[in-house]
């Protein structure tokens, strides 16, 4: 079973997915077809699995000419059928929460998704679905959401330009949240929570080698001793929690677009809004450091976090309290997407392709590790200066 907790009207607002814990569904490929026309009243003509941890995402190309949904003034070509994992299931306020943050995004210049109406006139459905391809089914929120142009930043080159503008958008996305506010995220956290971190140690049994293990502990007790201590001079608010470079839109550069500050890409949107939730609003600037720092080339790994505090701080004045967290909190997102992604891989290891990706991050976390004063010292000077 897994852990809950109620939220202050007794619903389980918590829910932490135990060790060894598998919650992804098991989708047969013909299922794809009859959800969407049964639940939306569109013809799939061809199909496609998405990237995703415990839930199930699907780009899907519908038929234009064949549907019967008539709260659809207009059918896209293509859109994203989302299938909930069953702990998040079991939270329908959560789903209300998500689309909320969506829609005031929206409002604020943000380029998101947005989930649209099925034959109900609802934006999603609880359907019986396999949990494990064996006949154990369980309830799961479904939902078709609109797909947005554009390429996830993993698929393209990253130089300086591109990180710089990814920070921005990162602030401007803070600056949109910073007013958002929701019942349901009073007091919810998931496992991916980075104030949660220190969950982690339970889950070390999936780390094999000693050193990579006592390297986490360094990390976890650091972050106890000198994060959480500054937890109340951190300005808080909700996040999206999940800033990924799968999760981060990019679009070619044009020479009308002003986003593109004369580069090959800008970032354009934001997708996957699972992790939103009330943290500190420096978090989602430490996660964008760690995960793009994981993905870039050697000569450029250690320069990203500069290049991204360079744009993120043309919009918003960084403090000295969340300068100084920032290191720390960028290698603890890293211990998370390590040890959470073997844990992945050991109740799903059908899914380690995608799940095990963050494994090269290893060497990356010691490196950053011992460099972590010197890269201080540089983001100090940067968030100080003009540049």
């Known amino acids: 079973m897994a852990e809950t907790k109620p939220d202050q009207n007794g619903a389980p607002n ?44 699907f780009y899907i190309e519908v038929d234009q000419n064949d549907h019967w949904n008539p709260h659809l003034k207009h059918v896209d070509s293509g859109y994203v059928l989302k299938i909930f994992n069953r702990m998040d299931s079991q939270r329908p306020r959560l789903i209300d929460a998500q689309h909320a943050f969506m829609e005031h995004l929206k409002k604020n210049g943000i380029s998101v998704q947005e989930p ?43 130089t300086p330009k591109l990180l710089t503008n990814a920070g921005a958008f990162m602030a401007r996305m803070r600056l949109a949240t910073e007013s958002f506010e929701h019942p349901f995220y009073r007091g919810y956290y998931n496992l991916w929570s980075l104030s949660y971190v220190p969950k982690i140690r339970d889950y070390l049994f999936c780390v094999d080698s000693s050193e990579n293990k006592e390297l986490i502990e360094n990390v976890l007790d650091a972050y106890d001793s000198e994060v959480v201590p500054q937890y109340s001079s951190l300005p808080k608010g909700c996040i999206h929690g999940d800033t990924n470079e799968q999760n981060i839109l990019v679009q070619k550069s044009d020479k009308e677009n002003p986003s593109s500050e004369g580069d090959d890409h800008f970032v354009s949107g934001i997708l996957d809004y699972t992790d939103v939730h009330e943290s500190y609003l420096v978090v989602d600037l430490a996660l964008t450091i760690a995960y793009l720092m994981m993905d870039a080339d050697d000569s450029l790994r250690l320069d990203v976090g500069s290049h991204v505090i360079s744009g993120y701080k043309n919009h918003v004045s960084l403090s000295r309290a969340e300068t100084d967290v920032l290191p720390i909190m960028v290698a603890a997102r890293l211990c998370q997407s390590l040890v959470l992604g073997l844990h992945a891989y ?18 990356i976390l010691r490196q950053f590790w011992n460099d972590k004063d010197t890269l201080l010292a540089e983001w100090k000077r940067i968030v100080n200066t003009g540049e």
Do not use: M
């Open 14 to 57: 918590v829910i932490i997915q135990n060790p060894g814990q598998s919650v992804k569904p098991v989708v047969p490929d013909e299922e794809v077809d009859r959800l969407v026309k049964r639940l939306y009243g569109l013809v799939v003509t061809t199909f496609s699995p998405l990237n995703s941890y415990d839930d199930i995402n």
């Open 116 to 158: 649209i109406k099925n034959l109900q006139g609802n934006h999603f459905s609880i359907e019986k679905i396999p949990v494990n391809g064996k006949g154990d089914c369980y309830s799961h929120w479904v939902e078709i959401r609109t797909y947005l142009p554009g390429t996830i930043i993993a698929n393209v080159p990253y």
């Open 346 to 363: 050991h109740v799903n290891p059908e899914n380690g392709s995608y799940v095990l990706t963050s494994q090269k991050a290893w060497p």
